[in-house]
């Protein structure tokens, strides 16, 4: 004689009903944990506030240096030029905070918890994105723009910048300065090593220049001007109307090539993403 068997309930947990409102997550979600999570982060304040230092301190230090000296006249150039200095030295906290952003997660293992909780990793490399150049285009443009406003009104001697000028020395050198650190942001997602991107990175922005200095040879000139044209400080000079070079990028043209340098490296990253293991 057979036992009778009790029916099992179709569905997994009958009867229950969880008190969480369950939502689809969106792009919005993951912007609000990476902001959490990068303005919470203790490295985040220090690497801002140097680069902050940098360019305020250096900026005013050269401002002040040159409407004390008794030869301020800076040749028909406008006073916005002098805080290319400070910026220069500056893109080196950029870079490293935007490296920090992705590989420090990878480092630490965090980003296995990142993941789970949001397991579209385009989305979270969007969110990254998003959240960083945000930040570091309006701290830049904060900085730069009070730099500029202090260095124009010491250095009377010099001449009045128009409004193209002031646009590139601020909102564009602004975006230059953010699309660089983004690009660094996705280096660090490519090699997810902190110290081996952020050297990646510091290679890529001083090597062509130190690399030009030293071809002497005559059948190298072609590619030493190269170098000096499309190095990183040559472009970031050009802001300023004071490119190494009378060849090569103008006006905006170096925001044009980061913009597209920064592009394809982030498709590759989000393919690359898409192929490996957490």
């Not at 789970?116 to 979270?124: K, L, N």
Request: charged residues 10%.
């Amino acid at each position: 004689m057979s036992t009778p068997q009790t029916p099992v309930p179709a569905g997994p947990y009958p009867g229950y009903t969880s008190p969480i409102p369950v939502k689809p997550t969106h792009l919005g979600h993951a912007i609000a944990s990476e902001w959490t999570k990068i303005r919470s982060v203790r490295s985040t304040m220090w690497t801002l506030g140097v680069f902050v230092l940098l360019v305020v301190g250096i900026g005013l230090l050269a401002g002040f240096l040159v409407s004390g000296s008794s030869e301020g006249d800076l040749g028909g150039e406008s006073a916005l030029a002098l805080g290319f200095f400070g910026l220069l030295l500056g893109t080196m906290c950029i870079i490293t905070l935007g490296v920090l952003t992705t590989a420090s997660e990878y480092g630490t293992g965090m980003i296995r918890t990142t993941m789970t909780a949001c397991p579209s990793r385009g989305r979270v490399l969007a969110a990254k994105a998003i959240v960083f150049f945000t930040l570091a285009f309006v701290v830049t443009l904060v900085s730069a723009g009070f730099v500029a406003l202090v260095q124009v009104s010491l250095v009377t001697e010099a001449r009045e910048p128009t409004g193209a000028e002031w646009l590139k020395g601020t909102v564009g050198v602004s975006l230059y300065i953010a699309l660089l650190g983004l690009l660094s942001l996705v280096v660090g997602s490519i090699i997810r090593h902190s110290a081996g991107a952020i050297t990646v990175m510091i290679a890529a922005v001083l090597a062509p220049l130190v690399i030009a200095l030293f071809m002497f040879a005559s059948s190298l000139e072609g590619l030493r001007e190269a170098l000096f044209e499309y190095s990183i400080p040559n472009q970031l000079s050009i802001f300023y109307a004071n490119s190494l070079s009378e060849s090569g990028p103008s006006g905006w043209d170096p925001l044009w090539i980061i913009l597209g340098v920064t592009a394809v490296a982030f498709a590759g990253a989000v393919a690359l993403q898409e192929q490996r293991d957490v």
